[in-house]
């Protein structure tokens, strides 16, 4: 069920309670271009927003931060971070490899134990979110959520029921 999960698409009331994000959060991330949906944007009156995996995953990541503190305009720079992953993450698995450490005011990527202690020598308080762990946690939420709710898989190309 997993690979299956990871190439569906996602509305804007499934992203919200998947990742645990307000529909006026999901809705300022689109029109401020922080993080907007890969499969269909908002075109107007009756459009319907669509997110991938990818995009849920960093929806995902974004609230960790914030929920730890981390203000958005802070955020706006992990942005490129972010979308690396969503350009690296099809062909690349070592970004789930990574952990974000942050000291309140940068967010660092780090892919080694080596640089996780480097970053930890200044002595000031961190936090860290493990990927693969955010990865693993998101696609146990879309289970959930599936199951919950009593629904299948949407084809990727037609967005209709098997």
Known sequence: MQNNIIK??????EVCKIVG???KQLDYYDRTDFIKPSVNGAGGCGSRRMYNFNDLMKLKIIKKLIEAGISLQKLRKT???LD?????????NSLLEQTLISDG???YAC??????IDTLKSGQGVFGIAL??????????IEKYLIKNN????????GELP
């Open 111 to 116: 892919n080694s134990d080596r640089e996780i």
């Open 21 to 23: 994000i307000t529909y």
């Open 151 to 158: 629904r299948e898989e949407m084809d990727i190309k037609t």
């Open 84 to 92: 690396d992953y969503d350009n690296q993450h099809e062909s690349n």
């Open 105 to 107: 005011n940068t967010v």
């Open 132 to 141: 693969g762990r955010v990865y693993s946690d998101l696609n146990g939420d």
């Open 8 to 13: 569906k698409f996602y509305s804007s009331s």
């Open 79 to 81: 942005k490129k971070y």
